[in-house]
Structures are given as C-alpha cells and as structure tokens.
C-alpha cells in the first residue's frame, strides 16, 4: 500500500509568480485535502476535494485553487504569490468524508 | 469560533518520565479529537484520537483525556523516549464542515535521555 506523495519537495518562487504543487493520494482513497502550514504553526485548512469536486473551503484567497483528477490525484495552484505564502504545503487523502487522514510529507514552498 | 488552543509551546521532558499536552475549544461542534505527531521534515501522522462521548481512551504509551464540559482535552505520553521527541498538534473536526481540521498551534516535545 502506497502513501501520500507530493512533488516536488522543495521549491523556490519569486513574488508574483504561479506555482503548482501535486499531489498522490494513497491507494484507494478519493478524498482530498490541503493545508497550508506556516513555520512554528498548525496546518491551515485550505480546501478539499472529494470525487473531483471542491467540496469544503477554508479562509483562503480565490488565488489559491485546486484540481482533483479522475484518479484522484491532485494538484494545488496559488497565483501571484506573496512573500507570506512561504510555506509547507501539505496534501492529505482519506478514504470518504469523513475519515481519517494520511498526510504526505509536504512542499516546502519558499517565496522570495 | 473555530479555534483550538494548545499549550504548552514547548516541554522538556526527561526518560522515563510522564509528558503531558493540553489543548481547548470553542466550537461544541467538533466531533472528532485526534493527535498527529510530526517530526522534521515530515508530514502529520495520526497518533490517537478520541470522540466526546468517550472521557479517555489509551493505546499503549498514549492516552487521551477528554472533559466535554470544560471542553478540554489532553494527550498523555507515559514512559517517555527520545524517540518521542516531536512536535505534537492536537486537532478538532465536525462532520459536517466535512474532514476539515482545525489544528492547535503545536507543542515542541524534547525528551532528555
């Protein structure tokens, strides 16, 4: 049984720019979520998906979207990024909602 | 509000002895009150969790203590290890906002040999 994998796992941006971070859920679960974890933070919710479907959205920009495939891989977008967005971006697969969660190791995101 | 506290930030702890993590909440809710374990490096991992019509729930060297009415909850490691050293999140959910988490700022375990 595979985890969660995400790529890549480190990543440097300039202020302004587009990134996409992906996301492999583990086998057999087709649910979705990520957060966002600052340093010395928790996670922060940032949305889930469920069956390819945005299905719950927390206190995040519309800058920040995402995509679920029909394997129920993912992909998270942030736009014009901003120096705040530095961050450990961290995807977690479930099987059905709710249930519980199996978090990969993360994107170091750093925006310069 | 959807807020879960945490303290303390950081414990020292030496071997063999009890460390012991306390989180609060708001939101009456939340239904679901896990505890993830992360090291360097790495994702969350769940370690244990409990729901509030339990009051403790215990799985080897951790347990859970849960007070519905103050609306508290603490994760106790009993015979701690190095290897224990971690950073520890309490986190809350309510099966209606789906599988979304609210997590706790976190507590920087060290556990001295």
């Known amino acids: 049984e595979t985890g969660v994998t995400q790529s890549p796992t480190h990543l440097i941006k300039t202020r302004g720019q587009q990134v996409t971070l992906r996301c492999s859920s583990q086998?057999?679960?087709?649910?979705v979520s990520w957060y966002q974890q600052a340093l010395g933070q928790g996670p922060q919710f940032i949305f889930q998906y469920y069956r390819e479907e945005e299905n719950g959205r927390g206190n995040f920009p519309p800058r920040f979207s995402g995509l679920q495939f029909p394997n129920y891989s993912s992909e998270l977008n942030v736009n014009a990024l901003e120096l705040d967005d530095s961050a450990l971006y961290l995807c977690a697969s479930s099987l059905e909602v709710p249930g519980g969660y199996t978090f990969g190791s993360g994107t170091r995101l750093t925006v310069v | 509000q959807q807020q879960v506290k945490q303290s303390p930030q950081s414990l020292i702890v030496q071997k063999g002895g009890i460390s012991i993590i306390n989180c609060a909440y708001e939101?009456?809710?939340?239904?679901?009150f896990p505890w993830y374990q992360q090291f360097p490096g790495k994702g969350p991992a769940l370690l244990i969790a409990?729901?509030?019509?339990?009051s403790e729930k215990k799985e080897g060297r951790f347990t859970i203590s849960f007070n519905k009415s103050a609306k508290q909850f603490s994760l106790h490691i009993m015979d701690s290890q190095p290897g224990d050293s971690a950073t520890y999140f309490c986190?809350?959910?309510?099966?209606?906002?789906?599988?979304?988490?609210?997590f706790g700022g976190g507590t920087r375990l060290m556990v001295k040999p």
């Open positions: 939101n009456t809710a939340f239904d679901y």
């Open positions: 086998s057999g679960h087709n649910t």
């Open positions: 409990i729901r509030p019509d339990v």
């Open positions: 986190a809350a959910r309510t099966e209606n906002a789906g599988n979304m988490l609210t």
